[in-house]
T-cell receptor, first 114, second 113 residues
Framework: GNSVTQMEGPVTLSEEAFLTINCTYT??????LFWYVQYPGEGLQLLLK?????DKGSNKGFEATYRKETTSFHLEKGSVQVSDSAVYFC?????????????FGTGTRLTIIP | DTGVSQDPRHKITKRGQNVTFRCDPI?????LYWYRQTLGQGPEFLTY????????KSRLLSDRFSAERPKGSFSTLEIQRTEQGDSAMYLC???????????FGPGTRLTVT
């Protein structure tokens, strides 16, 4: 079955540091890949997505590239801010008769200190 | 706010009691999903509706769980004879159609004592 393996946290960085959160996946077909973010006290929000190999998703300074050869979708940001403190989830979906259910990783808690 | 809403936000119940949660998706979204998230884990898929039809159920959804989406609008998730292992955050998400973003509600946190 499908699965997502995510870098374990928690991760603590200083403001303006470079961020990488690793994500690898296992899928039977050609999934779409996502990063979701959960800010404190809020629901899950889509951060970025990529639907095919070599696509790059980007949003709010975050980027991730769909690497089919390494089955990876690592999240990066060049200069993090305190407001980026949140839990980040890598996820995939494969369409199955219209069902595009998401398979999530375990999440990585990120804390940015001023 | 026209996002996905869930009610209640928190529910504490005693083991063996029945509970029901409600999800109101974004209007005109024909796809609705339920997920369960336990502490320290990512959400896990429970079930999926396209309009009023329940098209897939996870093996996580035991016989004590039932979900409905009458008229293809709001959905309810009922858990009968709750167990302590049912304690989790229950998330609802909706999407417009194929390839579209799933929008998540704030979740219902269930605590079974």
């Amino acid at each position: 079955g499908n699965s997502v393996t995510q870098m374990e946290g928690p991760v603590t960085l200083s403001e303006e540091a470079f961020l990488t959160i690793n994500c690898t996946y296992t899928a039977t077909g050609y999934p779409s890949l996502f990063w979701y973010v959960q800010y404190p006290g809020e629901g899950l929000q889509l951060l970025l997505k990529a639907t095919k190999a070599d696509d790059k998703g980007s949003n709010k300074g975050f980027e991730a590239t769909y690497r089919k050869e390494t089955t990876s979708f690592h999240l990066e940001k060049g200069s993090v801010q305190v407001s980026d403190s949140a839990v980040y989830f890598c996820a995939l979906s494969e369409r199955n008769f219209g069902n595009e259910k998401l398979t999530f990783g375990t999440g990585t808690r990120l804390t940015i200190i001023p | 706010d026209t996002g996905v809403s869930q009610d209640p936000r928190h529910k504490i119940t005693k083991r063996g009691q029945n509970v029901t949660f409600r999800c109101d998706p974004i209007s005109e979204h024909n796809r609705l999903y339920w997920y369960r998230q336990t502490l320290g884990q990512g959400p896990e898929f429970l079930t999926y509706f396209q309009n009023e039809a329940q098209l897939e159920k996870s093996r996580l959804l035991s016989d004590r769980f039932s979900a409905e989406r009458p008229k293809g609008s709001f959905s309810t998730l009922e858990i009968q004879r709750t167990e302590q292992g049912d304690s989790a955050m229950y998330l609802c998400a909706s999407s417009l159609g194929g390839g579209d973003e799933q929008y998540f509600g704030p979740g219902t946190r269930l605590t079974v004592t």
